[in-house]
């Protein structure tokens, strides 16, 4: 254990984006430094401090090796269990927002997600500046950024992969039905207007290309496969977003800067309907 409020950060951009924004505030809140620890990440060669694309403010990173790390946060967890290292090991106790989660005065190690706006709602202004994209655009995403704020635009964003091939995942996150898109989809034109343009991102683009496919000018933005960060500087930028049932198209949704943005979310998040979750519960979206 060291000082500070130290966050555990977890595989997936809108995961990490979640524990840094609850870092970030309990940081404010009682003046002491953020620690990132990224130990986690050192699992497989496939995950990445995806983080580090942001500007983000002051933190420090800490990484150990990851059998070291899994074995003291094992032995930690335990402990916690009967009694001990409360003050020091603060696990989620739900995924929905809990008020003494705000309360931390002391160091402490953060283990969970904490996918709650109201963990954060009030240093919203300071986060968007925090996570400002500096990583330099290509020449084909620049061009379709162009594109996207000349058009009356919609970014639609299907969530896959692991939902569909880790069993664990499927069963817990599902994925959102093609119902869902052509409802979200005549939700958004009956407030844009029909004369559209839709951008579609997922990662599973082969799917969509089949299944996602309406009477409207379409791209379907493809080459983004390793710069997921690109991605959602794009659908950041549209008129209108649909999001799937993922943290990563929530915060691109989130980060959109126009007042009067349309966001469309389905209302069930989890195939486990007894799941709580505050993220479709989000005021400035409509949830269906």
């Given amino acids: ?5 130290r966050v ?17 505030s309990l940081s404010i809140r009682t003046g002491q430094p953020l620690v990132l620890d990224t130990s986690a990440l050192r699992e497989s060669d496939r995950w990445t401090f995806d983080l580090r694309h942001f500007r983000l403010s002051e933190y420090h990173l800490r990484s150990m090796p990851w059998n070291v790390f899994w074995t003291g946060l094992k032995i930690c967890r335990r402990l916690r269990a009967h009694g001990l290292l409360r003050s020091r090991l603060w696990v989620e106790p739900t995924l929905e927002f809990t008020r003494e989660t705000l309360e931390i005065q002391r160091p402490c190690v953060l283990d969970g997600f904490f ?10 202004d300071r986060l968007r500046e925090d996570f400002t994209i500096v990583a330099e655009q290509d020449a084909r995403s620049t061009e379709c950024e162009r594109r996207i704020r000349k ?17 664990v995942c499927s069963l817990f996150h599902g994925t959102c039905p093609k119902k869902y ?11 844009i207007g029909r004369d559209a343009e839709l951008f579609v991102f997922s ?15 379409t791209t379907y933005v493809d080459w983004n496969a390793d710069r997921s960060f690109e991605d959602m500087r794009l659908m950041r ?14 915060w691109a949704a989130w980060l959109n ?16 309907p007894e799941v709580p979750c505050d993220l479709p519960k989000a005021p400035w979206l409509t949830a269906i």
Avoid at 1 to 5: K, L, Q
Avoid at 151 to 167: C, E, F, Q, W
Avoid at 208 to 216: A, G, K, Q, W
């Fill in 1 to 5: 254990m060291i000082g500070g409020i």
């Fill in 8 to 24: 555990l950060i977890t595989p997936g951009l809108g995961n990490q984006m979640f524990q840094y924004a609850l870092g970030r």
């Fill in 115 to 124: 996918q709650s706006e109201l963990y954060f709602s009030d240093i919203a």
């Fill in 151 to 167: 058009a009356n635009s919609i970014a639609l964003h299907v969530r896959r992969g692991d939902y569909i091939t880790d069993p």
């Fill in 181 to 191: 898109y052509d409802d979200a989809l005549d939700l958004v034109l009956s407030r």
């Fill in 203 to 217: 990662d599973d683009m082969e799917w969509c290309r089949e299944i996602i496919r309406y009477p409207l000018p």
């Fill in 237 to 250: 930028a549209c008129t209108a977003q649909i999001i799937a049932n993922s943290t990563f198209s929530w």
């Fill in 257 to 272: 800067p126009r007042p009067g943005k349309v966001v469309v979310a389905p209302r069930r998040w989890y195939l486990q």
